[in-house]
């Protein structure tokens, strides 16, 4: 099948497009991919180091914070001020040590010199080395006595984790005096919660920091806490985000506190008397990427500052940094990854990629000639969109593209004339026009008599309410209410023929026969009443005023048809029938009623709705009476007659 020229011709052109394409688009990606790739991995490295540092802040605020605040409880507590309270109930202090596993031992020392310690074994090895442990034993409780003639004795005791005692040290001459450690001494002088530089602890010999706080109701008695600095890098090696990450806690001045991955031999270089500044130190030989997060620290003689990502031979490394407050104390904590082993994932699947790319190029060309014969496929869209304009279909947009200019030309104009209906559609109703075209009628001037249901509803105080409203606030109103209405209209069958002021004239069995047309009319009405109270509801709660319709209803002949002149048309109905139904609509205000149907209308849905006769009315421009009555709703189960009559009939009311 030959389409818009040779087959030849078209099959150049859509191998020349595709080729074209395709290397344009390769190139572009791989322009792209050069230029942006390295900046884009070192911007997501950055936020993601930002983020685990995040976490890190708040759990290493969250853990020192604990840990502070359990030294205040203890140091609040009134029964640490007598040594033989918390041997009688060690729970005390386990309590706290059982809650917080970061903690290495907590303590309380005395101003004669006793002291009381609780540690685990269990939890630390260099515990249960020094202290010879059993094998079981959970917890141990160091007991330092003072006798009154200053003699000091010192025995450990050991618990399981059911805090049953199952052994103890020989008692022995304390060789420990709280009293001359740094964390008694710096809580004397502090108010609240003082902390330590790090230092070498006086049993185990770790290096660490030590939290303490004076008791407030007993002069003298210390409350410490320690926490190891090995303890703090294992916290520090699970915010790692690669794994030769290395994460560092520097203090205020920038002095090395503890690193991810910090082992024993950190401390070999470190001096060991008690009470120096003691720390972590990194090796000449050591870690260098440890190496370049330390030195990326600038330092002057008043503290530190955190410095933003550095550049090291052919490594590239993302350092980032994250203030930690805890308390009166300023953490820094940093660090440090190597951008290559961050890019590792992204430059594999960057090689898949490509060779996906090079194998789909070698596969596009013999596929380019099946391409070709798809150029059909808008055609046969804009012959089903030539279809739908027939119908006057016009809610879905026209999406057919193509390259073959010819084709895309069609589309354009398809497009523009579909534009142009739906402009159209604005100004005349679409049903009537799809009805019209349904039928099969040519327009021309002049009609046809045909039994129709005709139907006028008005909006009810519409004059009152336009006097003190805004042109927006009318508009709004009447578009709400064209809108609840022609949808009845249109779901009942029923076409609007207009809209007259505030008003609507739908008609019933035209342009399209309806069968039961006034029935079909009738409960349109009501439901146009049922969706009007739905509405007025939520129009309340809005502060909108709400709506209020009133609606005549006439069945009989009138004609049909398109009057008008040469160039402009109109499809209407005229005739006495309409009339009637205009009338009916303004008799709804003297009889206080919604909806008034003719005497013709009762006649054809008698047994099926409920309505109340109001006696025969005289209508303004007509000799005769009209038999009037009020439509209530649909035929009640069981009820045998739907007819019932006012007392006094409304026989000498007149329409205007």
Same mark, same amino acid.
């Given at each position: ?18 080729? @074209? ?6 190139? =572009? ?33 969250? *853990? ?97 984790? +059911? ?11 304390? %060789? ?50 320690? @926490? /190891? ?10 915010? *790692? ?23 024993? %031999?950190?401390?070999? +270089? ?24 330390? *030195? ?38 940093? !660090? ?6 961050? $890019? ?18 070698? !596969? ?17 869209? &804009? ?15 026209? /999406? ?36 019209? &075209? ?16 005709? !139907? ?48 609507? !004239?739908?008609?019933? #069995? ?19 009443? =049922?969706?009007?109270?739905?509405? %007025? ?29 040469? +160039?402009?048309?109109?499809? =209407?109905?005229?005739?006495?029938? @309409? #009339? ?7 008799? %709804?205000?003297?009889?206080? =009623? ?17 309505? $109340? ?6 209508? *303004? ?9 009020? &439509? ?25």
């Amino acid at each position: 099948m030959t389409i818009l020229g040779k087959p030849r011709s078209l099959t150049i052109h859509v191998t020349v497009a595709f080729a @074209v394409l395709f290397a344009v688009l390769a190139a =572009t990606l791989i322009g792209f991919s050069t230029l942006s790739s390295r900046a884009l991995v070192l911007d997501a490295a950055r936020k993601l180091a930002d983020a685990r540092l995040d976490l890190l802040a708040g759990e290493t605020q969250a *853990k020192f914070e604990r840990i502070e605040l359990a030294v205040q409880a203890v140091a609040a507590d009134r029964r640490i001020g007598d040594p033989t309270a918390l041997i009688a109930d060690h729970r005390l202090l386990l309590g706290y040590f059982d809650e917080l596993q970061d903690l290495d031992g907590i303590y309380v020392g005395y101003p004669n010199g006793a002291f009381f310690h609780v540690v685990s074994p269990a939890r630390s090895d260099a515990w249960a080395k020094t202290l010879g442990a059993p094998d079981n034993a959970a917890y141990a409780i160091r007991l330092i006595g003072a006798d009154p003639d200053g003699s000091r004795q010192s025995i450990w005791s050991f618990y399981d984790a +059911d805090d049953k005692a199952i052994g103890a040290s020989p008692a022995g001459i304390a %060789n420990y005096d709280p009293r001359l450690r740094p964390w008694y001494r710096k809580a004397q002088e502090t108010s609240g919660v003082s902390w330590t530089s790090s230092y070498v602890f006086a049993t185990t010999r770790e290096v660490g920091l030590t939290m303490s706080m004076a008791a407030a109701s007993a002069p003298g008695v210390v409350v410490g806490a320690d @926490v /190891t600095l090995t303890r703090l890098g294992e916290m520090l090696d699970r915010q *790692k985000i690669s794994p030769r990450t290395r994460v560092v806690l520097f203090d205020g001045r920038g002095r090395l506190v503890a690193f991810s991955g910090m082992a024993a %031999n950190a401390f070999e +270089d470190a001096p060991s008397s008690d009470g120096k500044r003691i720390g972590p130190t990194i090796r000449q030989d050591g870690d260098k990427i440890l190496g370049m997060v330390f *030195k990326a620290v600038q330092r002057d003689g008043s503290g530190a500052s955190f410095g933003p990502a550095i550049a090291n031979s052919n490594a590239r490394y993302v350092i980032a940094s994250k203030p930690v407050d805890v308390s009166t104390q300023q953490l820094h904590a940093v !660090m440090g990854a190597p951008v290559e082993e961050l $890019m590792s994932e992204v430059t594999r699947h960057s090689r898949n990629a490509w060779a996906v790319s090079a194998l789909i190029a070698l !596969m596009s060309f013999p596929v380019i000639y099946f391409v070709a014969q798809l150029i059909a496929r808008p055609l046969n869209e &804009l012959s089903l969109e030539a279809k739908k304009l027939k119908s006057f279909n016009l809610d879905e947009p026209l /999406t057919t593209r193509s390259r073959i200019c010819e084709v895309q030309r069609l589309a354009d104009a398809m497009r523009a004339a579909k534009a142009g209906l739906q402009t159209f559609g604005l100004y005349v109703p679409k049903e009537l026009v799809r009805q019209v &075209l349904a039928s099969g009628a040519e327009p021309s001037l002049g009609g046809e008599e045909r039994d129709l249901t005709i !139907m006028f509803l008005d909006l009810d105080g519409f004059t009152s309410f336009a006097e003190n409203s805004t042109p927006d606030e009318i508009t709004q109103l009447l578009s709400d209410f064209f809108s609840l209405a022609s949808q009845e209209i249109a779901a009942g069958g029923g076409c609007v023929d207009k809209f007259i002021g505030d008003g609507i !004239m739908a008609i019933w #069995n035209a342009p399209v026969l309806t069968p039961d047309h006034a029935m079909r009319a009738c409960q349109c009405a009501l439901n146009i009443q =049922t969706r009007l109270t739905q509405a %007025n509801a939520l129009r309340r709660r809005s502060g909108l005023p709400p709506l209020q319709a009133r609606i005549g209803i006439h069945s009989g002949p009138a004609v049909i048809g398109n009057v008008g002149s040469a +160039d402009r048309l109109e499809y =209407t109905a005229i005739g006495d029938a @309409v #009339n009637i139904a205009a009338r009916l609509e303004a008799l %709804n205000k003297e009889f206080d =009623t919604q909806i008034l149907v003719s005497g013709e209308v009762v006649q054809r849905v008698r047994g099926r709705l409920i309505v $109340m006769a109001k006696g025969r009315a005289a209508l *303004k421009g007509r000799m005769g009476r009209v038999e009037v009555h009020a &439509l209530r709703g649909a035929h009640a189960a069981g009820s045998d007659d739907p007819f019932t009559e006012e007392a006094e009939p409304e026989a000498s009311r007149a329409a205007g």
